[in-house]
C-alpha cells in the first residue's frame, strides 16, 4: 500500500509562504485524486485543494492564494501557500485515492502554524 510522507510545514507569520511537499512511496498516477485536507484546532478535517481528473478544486477561502501541484513522474504532489493566516494554523495532510470508491491513502500530516 502506498505510503505518503508529507514535509515542509513548520511556523510562518501571518502574510507568510510555505511549500508543503508529499512524497508517495510508489506511483500514484493510478489514483484520480490527490489533494491536501487540514484539520484545524476544534475543527473537522476539511478539504484545501484537490485535483480529480485534472480538474482543480481549491477551497474558496484559499482560490488565488494556494497552488496545488501533482507530479506522477516524481510520485509527489506540492501545495504553495501565499499570505497565510493566522486562522490557517493546522495540520496539513496529503491525501491520494480514488474519486468512485472513495477509498484512498493518508499522510501522516505536517504541522502548519501561522502567527501574528
Known amino acids: 500500500q502506498v505510503q505518503l510522507v508529507e514535509s515542509g510545514g513548520g511556523q510562518v507569520q501571518a502574510g507568510g509562504s510555505l511549500r508543503l511537499s508529499c512524497a508517495a512511496s510508489e506511483s500514484i498516477s493510478t489514483f484520480d485524486t490527490a489533494g491536501w485536507y487540514r484539520q484545524r484546532p476544534g475543527f473537522e478535517r476539511e478539504y484545501v485543494a484537490l485535483i480529480t481528473r485534472g480538474v482543480t478544486t481549491y477551497r474558496p477561502s484559499v482560490e488565488g492564494r494556494f497552488t496545488i501541484a501533482r507530479d506522477d513522474s516524481k510520485n509527489s504532489l506540492h501545495l504553495q501557500m501565499n499570505s497565510l493566516q493566522p486562522g490557517e494554523t493546522a495540520v496539513y495532510y496529503c491525501?491520494?485515492?480514488?474519486?468512485?470508491?472513495?477509498?484512498?491513502?493518508w499522510g501522516q500530516g505536517t504541522q502548519v502554524t501561522v502567527s501574528t
Open positions: 491525501y491520494v485515492g480514488h474519486s468512485t470508491t472513495r477509498l484512498g491513502h
